[in-house]
C-alpha cells in the first residue's frame, strides 16, 4: 500500500520561503503522477501544482505560476514544492497526492492516494 508522508510545514512571515516534501513508501515514486492541493479553512481543497511521471511536465495553478516550483527526485522516493513570495492567502493545509495516470491532473479526485497533510500559515 503507497503511503505518502508530507514535512516542511511551519509558520512564516509573508514574502518569506517554505519547501515542502513529500516522501513516499510502499511505491516507487517513477510511477506516479505527483501533485500538491492545499486546503484553507471552510475552502474546498485546491490544486496547487502537478508533475508527470514521465517527461516531468508541469502545471500549475494560475495563484502561484512564478512563486511555487514542484519537482520530483525519483531515486530519493521524494518530491518537494518549494515556496517563494509567500502572502497569507497561501495559508493552508498542503496535501501530496499521487495516481499512477500518465497524465497531469488537477483535480483532487482523480488521484488514488493522499497524505494526511501538512500545515502552511503565512502571517502579515
Known amino acids: 500500500q503507497v503511503q505518502l508522508i508530507e514535512s516542511g510545514g511551519g509558520t512564516v512571515q509573508a514574502g518569506g520561503s517554505l519547501r515542502l516534501s513529500c516522501g513516499v513508501s510502499?511505491?516507487?515514486?517513477?510511477?506516479?503522477?505527483m501533485a500538491w492541493f492545499r486546503q484553507a479553512p471552510g475552502k474546498e481543497r485546491e490544486f496547487v501544482a502537478a508533475?508527470?511521471?514521465?517527461?516531468?511536465?508541469?502545471k500549475y495553478a494560475d495563484s502561484v505560476k512564478g512563486r511555487f516550483t514542484i519537482s520530483r527526485h525519483n531515486a530519493m522516493n521524494t518530491m518537494y514544492l518549494q515556496m517563494n513570495s509567500l502572502n497569507t492567502e497561501d495559508t493552508a493545509v498542503y496535501y501530496c497526492?499521487?495516481?499512477?495516470?500518465?497524465?497531469?491532473?488537477?483535480?483532487?479526485?482523480?488521484?488514488?492516494?493522499w497524505g494526511q497533510g501538512t500545515q502552511v500559515t503565512v502571517s502579515s
Open positions: 497526492e499521487a495516481d499512477r495516470t500518465f497524465a497531469v491532473l488537477t483535480e483532487t479526485y482523480e488521484y488514488d492516494y
Open positions: 510502499g511505491g516507487t515514486l517513477a510511477y506516479y503522477t
Open positions: 508533475v508527470s511521471r514521465t517527461d516531468g511536465l508541469t
